[in-house]
Nanobody, 132 residues
Framework: QVQLAESGGGSVQAGGALRLSCTRS????????LGWFRQKAGKEREPIAC???????KYADSVKGRFTISKDGTQNTIYLQMNNLNPDDTAMYIC???????????WGAGGFSKLGVPFGFWGQGTQVTVSS
């Protein structure tokens, strides 16, 4: 079982910045991406960024130019640098690892399971709150 541990959430004022971290418990999943989703109150979970083992990143339009995803040399820790935050960024931010998507918008749509068998994994999430 793969475990993901997030850290770095918190409260910040609009215009501020936060850096989230996520560490995956095991390696050797070379064709898997690591990435971030967020879930706003009362809304569905949405993918916002992912990165593959070669460092290629994809971003949702809502965060492009403000958020940067990166990874360390171990391939098992990723970061999400979030700049110029605004109240609409308030959400639970959830780390995930799964096969890399062709299209980020559809990543995780099935919850990373098929016939009840998981093929991707989720973290518990870390709350980010941006006040105006």
């Amino acid at each position: 079982q793969v475990q993901l541990a997030e850290s770095g959430g918190g409260s910040v004022q609009a215009g501020g910045a936060l850096r989230l971290s996520c560490t995956r418990s095991i390696s050797g999943i070379s064709n898997y991406c690591l990435g971030w989703f967020r879930q706003k109150a009362g809304k569905e979970r949405e993918p916002i960024a992912c990165i593959d083992s070669d460092g290629r990143a994809k971003y949702a339009d809502s965060v492009k130019g403000r958020f940067t995803i990166s990874k360390d040399g171990t391939q098992n820790t990723i970061y999400l640098q979030m700049n110029n935050l605004n109240p609409d960024d308030t959400a639970m931010y959830i780390c995930a690892t799964a096969p890399c998507p062709q299209d980020l918008t559809s990543w995780g749509a099935g919850g990373f399971s098929k016939l009840g068998v998981p093929f991707g994994f989720w973290g518990q999430g870390t709350q980010v709150t941006v006040s105006s």
